[in-house]
């Protein structure tokens, strides 16, 4: 995938480029990640990328011709490539945009500043608008890295087999489960035997109710949209269970010993 990042701050990509998976992925040519400087088509001796807005106000705007020239450049180089404009005021982004925009054979990022690009750049020359998050950051760049880094790991062979984004949170609508390394006891905590056990069909269900019940705990919104497997939907059923066997319990004067100790084989999870 080609993509180009046209900034007035190329240099703010240096690092993100540098290291790690997206480095490994340059280095392969499975991406080719070029940051442009706008200001490379701004005309004058100043070579000037913002203006003052007319009908004043506050803050400056990004002139159209130095946005235009280069995002023309981008587009002569990939006639295919989207131009997505990073702003506060775009679509929200998530895991379902960033897959979609992985399978793009280009992408061009038009990193705004000050106010914002004027109206007809916005109108005339961007296929989509992305926002990173309900707040405003001083320029779409930082915006940029995020949208990049969430979409090249999806491209297939970006990452190695040991780093798959199949189990990773969002991609089947749930949370993912814990995790855990060595050492096996760490304070007091242990690994749960199951993950010990080698059986890799007790490792999955495991897996799947601890990635259900942290869901559940910290976004239930994400629950609520999702169309639950009759596997899942019994995992939560059996939750529910345990939680009323307990509540039960207490009311008759016993303490809920059952489904306490079902709850403490998902440390992290208990509710
Ligand atoms: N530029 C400034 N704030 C932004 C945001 N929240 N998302 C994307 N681009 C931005």
């Not at 059986?199 to 994400?222: G, Q, Y």
């Amino acid at each position: 995938m080609n993509i180009e990042v046209l900034t007035i701050f190329p240099d703010m990509f240096d690092s993100f480029l540098a290291y790690g998976i997206v480095s490994r992925a340059i280095k392969s040519g499975r991406i080719r990640v070029s940051p442009v400087n706008i200001r490379d088509y701004a005309a004058g001796k100043h070579r000037q990328t913002d203006d003052r807005p007319y009908g004043g106000g506050a803050g400056m705007v990004m002139m159209p011709e130095p946005l235009a020239g280069s995002i023309n450049a981008a587009r002569k180089k990939d006639g295919r490539a989207k131009v997505i404009l990073l702003t506060p005021q775009g679509r929200p982004f998530d895991q379902d945009t960033a897959g979609k925009l992985a399978k793009e054979s280009g992408l061009v990022f038009v990193c705004g500043r000050y106010e914002g690009v004027d109206e007809r750049i916005r109108s005339d020359y961007i296929d989509d608008e992305i926002s990173i998050g309900d707040y405003v950051l001083t320029g779409g760049e930082i915006a940029a890295m995020v949208v990049i880094d969430a979409v090249i790991r999806l491209i297939p062979g970006v990452l190695g087999s040991d780093e798959s984004a199949t189990a990773d949170s969002f991609s089947n609508g749930l949370l993912e489960h814990a995790h855990y390394t060595r050492p096996q006891i760490f304070r007091a905590g242990a690994v749960p035997d199951v993950l010990l056990s080698g059986n890799h069909a007790k490792i999955d269900e495991w897996r799947l109710e601890s990635a259900l019940v942290r869901t559940f705990l910290k976004r239930p919104d994400l629950l609520e949209k999702k169309a639950l497997s009759s596997r899942e939907k019994a995992i939560l059923k059996k939750w529910c269970d345990n939680i009323e066997r307990l509540v039960s319990g207490q009311d008759s004067g016993h303490q809920g010993g059952d489904a306490l100790s079902r709850a403490d084989t998902l440390s992290g999870e208990e509710p």
